[in-house]
């Protein structure tokens, strides 16, 4: 039987999702392929601001 969150608990998720988001983007770059990570937006080494950013929470560990 599952149970419902009160809600300052689903707010403390949002926080720590929110945190996650901001400290944790997954960069690739769509002209060279270069790969990375940061905490924050960046264009690519190459010089490129065609990049995808992901949020690294989506990605499962392992």
Avoid: T
């Avoid at 608990?9 to 002209?31: G, M, P, T, V, Y």
């Avoid at 990375?36 to 560990?61: M, N």
């Amino acid at each position: 039987m599952s149970q419902n969150p009160n809600p300052q608990d689903i707010e403390s998720w949002k926080a720590k999702i929110e945190r996650a988001n901001r400290n944790n983007l997954f960069h690739h770059c769509q002209d060279c392929g270069y790969e990375w990570v940061a905490s924050e937006p960046q264009p690519c080494r190459c010089g490129s601001s065609r990049i995808e950013r992901i949020a690294c929470w989506q990605f499962p560990d392992g």
